[in-house]
């Protein structure tokens, strides 16, 4: 009978004899396709408790796998390779092999919220996401990717001075991914707020990314965020199992 979802079924495990007679009966080439039988010894029973630690991922166990976030998501009509739904099907029954895989491809999500709107279980799929990309980073399977790199700058912009320097955070961006800084957008971006913005706004922008003044009396919360921060992260790496900061 014909294999059905095919697109589902990833090509290794599929297996096509060219030459095949059962009972007298030709079934070579496409007639033959079967399915590889597998079995899987290495589950992770912690996997769901694992992201469920991590900022976002609070919410998977409710997760009724109906598919709403995949048939939302804004990067599955362009790449139906990006599946939340099944991500979030691996996670909770374990299968820490299989959603390594997909590693190169789950930091992609674009936080349209899309999936998290049609939800009907608040899981908050795009937060899933996130901290899966996170898991894989503190697991030590991906490198930091470009959107936790801008997450860092931005917090650490905030840490150190109390402030949004977005001139600051966007140049610290581009240094740490070693991006070049005449990218056209960028141009076409600060063409125009040059033309649109108040002289006053502009001066100010400038002013902030040189001399990075701070909010009065900040010290105090700079030393309480600090501390709130290395608390979280201890905590997801003891989720981990992980004992230090460079474990993995």
């Not at 999936?115 to 990309?133: L, S």
């Not at 977005?166 to 961006?173: G, I, K, N, Q, S």
């Amino acid at each position: 009978m014909p294999i059905h979802e095919k697109s589902l079924i990833r090509p290794e495990n599929l297996v096509t004899n060219d030459n095949l007679v059962i009972d007298g009966v030709d079934v070579s080439g496409h007639w033959s396709t079967f399915i590889k039988s597998r079995t899987v010894t290495d589950y992770n029973e912690a996997m769901q408790e694992e992201i469920a630690a991590m900022p976002g991922g609070e919410n998977i166990h409710r997760c009724w796998q109906c598919g709403s976030c995949t048939n939302a998501c804004t990067v599955n009509a362009v790449n139906p390779e990006f599946n939340p739904r099944y991500w979030i099907y691996l996670i909770r029954t374990g299968m820490e092999e299989e959603l390594l895989r997909d590693k190169d491809i789950i930091w992609q999500c674009v936080s349209c919220n899309k999936c998290t709107y049609a939800c009907p279980r608040d899981v908050f799929p795009e937060g899933v996401m996130k901290a899966t990309a996170h898991w894989l980073e503190l697991k030590g399977h991906t490198g930091k990717s470009p959107s936790s790199h801008f997450d860092d700058d931005f917090t650490e912009s905030i840490i150190d001075t109390g402030m949004i320097e977005e001139a600051r955070v966007l140049l610290t961006f581009f240094k740490r991914t070693k991006q070049p800084l005449a990218q056209p957008w960028l141009i076409a971006l600060i063409t125009s707020l040059l033309k649109k913005m108040p002289v006053g706004y502009l001066f100010r922008l400038g002013f902030l990314t040189v001399f990075r003044p701070k909010v009065r009396n900040w010290s105090k919360n700079r030393v309480a965020l600090q501390e709130y921060v290395d608390e979280r992260k201890a905590a997801q790496r003891a989720a981990l199992g992980m004992t230090g900061k460079g474990d993995h």
